[in-house]
């Protein structure tokens, strides 16, 4: 498990958080069992937020439909609740979750 990998997950959310069956990015190493990640969304009008990206569907990230990366959704969870792995995303949209978080996180 790594980063940029996409595996599918089981989010229990609450209020405005994430929940159900769906892709998340791995964004972390594994420390003590647990996993950073970024989950994803099949609906386009998250774009309208800054924390998020467009991801389009290739063979290479295993996604079924274009996507949306929530960004500002960027959550730790038990590495075990990670199903199986779907694909990975390329540099060029990992390179821009990178500085898209940096941003949300006012890291300098």
């Keep these: ?3 940029g990998e996409i595996f599918n997950v089981n989010l229990i959310g ?3 958080e994430q929940k159900g069956f769906r892709p998340a990015i791995v964004y ?3 420390i003590a069992g647990i996993v950073a990640i970024i ?3 099949s609906i386009e009008k998250a774009l309208k937020y800054d924390g998020s990206l467009k991801i389009i ?3 290479t990230n295993g996604l079924n439909s ?3 990366a929530l960004i500002f959704h960027i959550k730790t969870i038990d590495a075990r609740f990670l199903k199986n792995k779907i694909g990975e995303l390329d540099e060029k949209n ?3 979750i ?3 978080l940096r941003e949300f996180l006012d890291l300098k």
């Design 14 to 16: 609450r209020g405005h």
């Design 66 to 68: 274009d996507s949306v």
């Design 98 to 100: 990178n500085n898209k």
């Design 39 to 41: 989950p994803l969304t």
């Design 1 to 3: 498990m790594k980063k």
């Design 94 to 96: 990992l390179h821009l």
């Design 28 to 30: 972390s190493s594994v």
């Design 57 to 59: 569907k290739s063979n």
